[in-house]
T-cell receptor, first 112, second 111 residues
Framework: QKEVEQNSGPLSVPEGAIASLNCTYSDRGSQSFFWYRQYSGKSPELIMSIYSNGDKEDGRFTAQLNKASQYVSLLIRDSQPSDSATYLCAVNLYSSASKIIFGSGTRLSIRP | SQTIHQWPATLVQPVGSPLSLECTVEGTSNPNLYWYRQAAGRGLQLLFYSVGIGQISSEVPQNLSASRPQDRQFILSSKKLLLSDSGFYLC??????????FGSGTRLTVV
């Protein structure tokens, strides 16, 4: 079992709709969870951090965390063509708080 | 504010040649520093990380090494490059428990 799993996509969403990206993780002791956006040919950019169960909203982005189910998700409301990118889920390791493990990413495409 | 510098942006090197990539961080003290590699169309592979000067943890045994000669400087090296060393190399920094901030990356092509 991979430590952080994501559907590779591509996920195609019409402009203006809600994009829903999902991630599961295996380390039950993980405490910190992150979503990164990576445009083609560019480095990843941190867009959301979440540390406790529930929802965290920042503009059009909402991160959701359920530690009991070992599940974290990212919702993007009012999707724009500029949201087309690969989204990486990342989780810290309980055994080594200095290390973050990345999923392989979900490619999101927003169609006009 | 904190910034991270990584250079060069692109590099083409022949097989068997040496490699040195440098990363520096400004605006923070005692950061955790990381080197990642991303092969084309693939995920991020952690190569090395460091929690302090001279402290290097290697994640994947391979043809590369890392050093941290100063608090905010992290260097990735190789004595002899292989074709399989091609990829997008990313340096990142963090503070304990926080997310990573990545540099702009170096695209290395070994020919």
């Amino acid at each position: 079992q991979k430590e952080v799993e994501q559907n590779s996509g591509p996920l195609s969403v019409p402009e203006g709709a809600i994009a829903s990206l999902n991630c599961t993780y295996s380390d039950r002791g993980s405490q910190s969870f992150f979503w990164y956006r990576q445009y083609s040919g560019k480095s990843p950019e941190l867009i959301m951090s979440i540390y406790s169960n529930g929802d965290k909203e920042d503009g059009r982005f909402t991160a959701q965390l359920n530690k009991a189910s070992q599940y974290v998700s990212l919702l993007i409301r009012d999707s724009q063509p500029s949201d087309s990118a690969t989204y990486l889920c990342a989780v810290n390791l309980y055994s080594s708080a200095s290390k973050i493990i990345f999923g392989s990413g979900t490619r999101l495409s927003i169609r006009p | 504010s904190q910034t991270i510098h990584q250079w060069p942006a692109t590099l083409v090197q022949p097989v068997g040649s040496p490699l040195s990539l440098e990363c520096t961080v400004e605006g923070t003290s005692n950061p955790n520093l990381y080197w990642y590699r991303q092969a084309a169309g693939r995920g991020l592979q952690l190569l090395f990380y460091s929690v302090g000067i001279g402290q290097i943890s290697s994640e994947v045994p391979q043809n590369l090494s890392a050093s941290r000669p100063q608090d905010r400087q992290f260097i990735l090296s190789s004595k002899k490059l292989l074709l399989s060393d091609s990829g997008f190399y990313l340096c990142a920094w963090s503070v304990q428990g926080g997310g990573y901030t990545f540099g702009s990356g170096t695209r290395l092509t070994v020919v």
